[in-house]
């Protein structure tokens, strides 16, 4: 009897010791998943493994004056990706959060788990792109480099050297990333309920401070389109993982008008008129390829129409992704795939209006025409004529390829606005 009542106090004694060894394992596991992402798709390298990749991507394209930058560029992207290592910093300080509450009994094992769970699957879909954003921000360095060394091969300091070094500093306006510092500040493993906390899902923070920067935008006249798109591809981003707030309605995709603000950052027309001042040759013969791959880009951008509304970045260009000298000699636009945003994720916008429909349609037979009349144009001399006819067309299309009202549609997705 005596043998049993010892028994039967041991059992009830380590109760507590086997539902706090649950808890520590169910922390401890989600721990080690978010070490295990940080390490896979964040951890910083070295600024010498940055570097170097830096260089092999210099060497493959050719890039000889440019390397005189290679410290400080690789500096600015392991700054870049280190804003990638701050966002696993800040879900783990969270995920300690929980472990606290768990060990004073604030919180029970199944709300933590019903908390964590989606959290870190979401965590998931975030590590899951860093790859593809740091592969894309390398070649954005190596497209700035390709432009600066065409500036130093011009020399000083005709329109010709100035609009070089323009492009040059235009490459992150087709980007593949958010902002690296708005994935810093996302906060994704939710805060741990208190009876004083807002009654507010980590979608609804995320959302509004998306339309908070918006609005900042606006407000400060620093709209352009490279910040527009980077806006919309965070966007897009929040969209995949909580969906859109309340009942917004798109009539085009987020990834539409991303993939819009890329064609107003890297413009079709100022190529062109450059050529036209240039004799012909191997410089005129590079600013025409670039200009091809534009129109070129734009043209299965509209091709596709409709069915674009909904689809994945597998066809968002960014023209001149990865272009090389030998672009020259090729019309072919550079589509830069990625597997950001699985297709089944992707909501169907609402139909186009008419008026929308016939301003693309007017676009796309405006890029065909660019795109016959460029042909002809560079198989001879020139006429300065033709070239001027091609670049006022490729404006028009742009002009009405343009997004529109891409920033007043991020500031709808203010959760309260819905």
Same mark, same amino acid.
């Given at each position: 009897?005596?043998?049993?009542?010892?028994?039967?106090?041991?059992?009830?004694?380590?109760?507590?010791?086997?539902?706090?060894?649950?808890?520590?394992?169910?922390?401890?596991?989600?721990?080690?998943?978010?070490?295990?992402?940080?390490?896979?798709?964040?951890?910083?390298?070295?600024?010498?493994?940055?570097?170097?990749?830096?260089?092999?991507?210099?060497?493959?394209?050719?890039?000889?004056?440019?390397?005189?930058?290679?410290?400080?560029?690789?500096?600015?992207?392991?700054?870049?990706?280190?804003?990638?290592?701050?966002?696993?910093?800040?879900?783990?300080?969270?995920?300690?959060?929980?472990?606290?509450?768990?060990?004073?009994?604030?919180?029970?094992?199944?709300?933590?788990?019903?908390?964590?769970?989606?959290?870190?699957?979401?965590?998931?879909?975030?590590?899951?792109?860093?790859?593809?954003?740091?592969?894309?921000?390398?070649?954005?360095?190596?497209?700035?480099?390709?432009?600066?060394?065409?500036?130093?091969?011009?020399?000083?300091?005709?329109?010709?050297?100035?609009?070089?070094?323009?492009?040059?500093?235009?490459?992150?306006?087709?980007?593949?990333?958010?902002?690296?510092?708005?994935?810093?500040?996302?906060?994704?493993?939710?805060?741990?309920?208190?009876?004083?906390?807002?009654?507010?899902?980590?979608?609804?923070? /995320?959302? @509004?401070? !998306?339309? &908070? +920067? #918006?609005?900042? =935008?606006? *407000?400060?006249?620093? $709209?352009?389109?490279?910040?527009?798109?980077?806006?919309?591809?965070?966007?897009?981003?929040?969209?995949?993982?909580?969906?859109?707030?309340?009942?917004?309605?798109?009539?085009?995709?987020?990834?539409?008008?991303?993939?819009?603000?890329?064609?107003?950052?890297?413009?079709?027309?100022?190529?062109?008129?450059?050529?036209?001042?240039?004799?012909?040759?191997?410089?005129?013969?590079?600013?025409?390829?670039? /200009?091809? @791959?534009? !129109?070129? &880009? +734009? #043209?299965?951008? =509209?091709? *596709?129409?409709?069915? $674009?509304?909904?689809?994945?970045?597998?066809?968002?260009?960014?023209?001149?992704?990865?272009?090389?000298?030998?672009?020259?000699?090729?019309?072919?636009?550079?589509?830069?795939?990625?597997?950001?945003?699985?297709?089944?994720?992707?909501?169907?916008?609402?139909?186009?209006?008419?008026?929308?429909?016939?301003?693309?349609?007017?676009?796309?037979?405006?890029?065909?025409?660019?795109?016959?009349?460029?042909?002809?144009?560079?198989?001879?001399?020139?006429?300065?004529?033709?070239?001027?006819?091609?670049?006022?067309?490729?404006?028009?299309?742009?002009?009405?390829?343009?997004?529109?009202?891409?920033?007043?549609?991020?500031?709808?997705?203010?959760?309260?606005?819905?």
């Amino acid at each position: 009897m005596i043998r049993q009542t010892v028994l039967i106090i041991a059992i009830l004694l380590a109760l507590p010791f086997a539902a706090r060894a649950q808890e520590d394992s169910l922390v401890a596991g989600y721990r080690a998943d978010l070490t295990e992402l940080r390490e896979e798709a964040a951890s910083t390298p070295a600024l010498g493994i940055v570097r170097g990749q830096l260089s092999r991507a210099f060497i493959e394209s050719d890039i000889v004056f440019s390397r005189r930058y290679l410290d400080n560029w690789s500096q600015l992207l392991q700054d870049r990706w280190a804003q990638h290592d701050t966002f696993f910093s800040t879900q783990i300080q969270t995920l300690n959060t929980w472990d606290v509450a768990l060990t004073e009994g604030r919180v029970t094992r199944a709300e933590a788990e019903a908390a964590l769970a989606p959290a870190m699957e979401q965590v998931a879909v975030i590590a899951g792109h860093i790859p593809d954003w740091l592969e894309d921000d390398i070649a954005r360095m190596t497209e700035r480099g390709l432009w600066t060394d065409l500036a130093q091969e011009i020399g000083c300091c005709d329109a010709l050297y100035y609009h070089a070094l323009s492009e040059a500093d235009a490459v992150w306006g087709v980007a593949l990333s958010p902002d690296p510092s708005a994935i810093a500040a996302l906060q994704i493993i939710p805060a741990v309920p208190t009876p004083d906390s807002p009654d507010a899902t980590t979608a609804d923070m /995320a959302f @509004a401070w !998306l339309a &908070s +920067r #918006a609005e900042g =935008l606006v *407000a400060d006249g620093a $709209a352009s389109p490279a910040r527009r798109r980077a806006l919309l591809i965070e966007a897009r981003l929040l969209e995949e993982l909580f969906g859109l707030p309340g009942d917004v309605q798109l009539e085009r995709s987020l990834t539409t008008l991303a993939t819009r603000e890329g064609f107003a950052a890297q413009p079709v027309a100022p190529l062109i008129r450059m050529a036209a001042l240039t004799e012909p040759g191997p410089l005129r013969d590079l600013l025409l390829g670039h /200009a091809a @791959a534009r !129109l070129d &880009s +734009r #043209a299965d951008h =509209l091709r *596709a129409g409709a069915e $674009a509304e909904g689809r994945a970045f597998d066809r968002m260009v960014t023209a001149d992704a990865t272009p090389t000298r030998q672009m020259a000699a090729s019309s072919s636009g550079n589509i830069a795939a990625s597997p950001m945003i699985p297709p089944s994720a992707m909501p169907t916008p609402a139909p186009l209006p008419e008026a929308a429909q016939n301003s693309d349609a007017e676009a796309a037979d405006l890029v065909d025409e660019a795109l016959a009349a460029l042909l002809q144009a560079g198989s001879g001399a020139g006429d300065i004529g033709l070239f001027v006819s091609i670049a006022d067309m490729a404006e028009r299309a742009d002009a009405l390829i343009g997004s529109g009202t891409s920033l007043g549609l991020v500031e709808t997705l203010l959760p309260e606005a819905n």
